[in-house]
């Protein structure tokens, strides 16, 4: 299915959406090779997003077609890293809808959003295996970190900050 930017919309996550966002975690970390232990793909919240981006200052945003889910990004105030500072996670598309700018438009969506609420730096955690996330991510101004913060994901091995 040919994905043009123009014909996605991104609104907030919603109950039904748990399914298919799961789906397109898991599938995602498959095809790359980094479906590891201590990641998302094993966290029982990857079948619950919506009811994990309840907690305060959390946003998950879902990027759909056509009524089809083709990825989200969000933001958590994940414990053990600074108050100053969200995390930017679960950002997943499905092949179809890499390479079109949307995850340029989710990352932008994702920054303004942790401006507003008067964050001061953007933190992620990804794995070596994602190497076009990551390059993206630098275009963006994100620089990398020796050590991860206080999480739990000890599957991640690339630890990127970026100020806002």
């Known amino acids: 299915m040919p994905i043009s930017l123009n014909t996605v919309s991104i609104r907030p996550i919603q109950p039904s959406d748990n399914v298919a966002l799961a789906k397109i975690i898991r599938n995602t970390l498959e095809e790359f090779g980094a479906n590891h232990k201590g990641t998302v793909y094993y966290e029982e919240s990857t079948d619950h997003l919506y009811e994990l981006f309840r907690h305060p200052s959390s946003a998950y945003w879902v990027a759909e077609t056509e009524g089809f889910i083709v990825g989200g990004a969000g933001l958590y105030p994940t414990k053990g890293i600074p108050h100053d500072t969200i995390e930017l996670v679960k950002m997943y598309l499905i092949p179809a809808a890499r390479g079109i700018g949307l995850g340029k438009t989710l990352i932008e969506k994702c920054i303004a959003y942790a401006k507003?609420?008067?964050?001061?730096?953007?933190?992620?955690?990804?794995?070596?295996?994602?190497?076009?996330?990551?390059?993206?991510?630098?275009?963006?101004?994100?620089?990398?970190?020796?050590?991860q913060f206080d999480t739990e994901h000890t599957g991640c091995r690339v630890w990127m900050i970026r100020s806002l």
């Open 116 to 147: 507003e609420k008067g964050y001061k730096h953007l933190y992620l955690e990804s794995m070596p295996e994602l190497k076009r996330a990551i390059s993206v991510y630098e275009k963006f101004g994100f620089e990398y970190l020796e050590k």
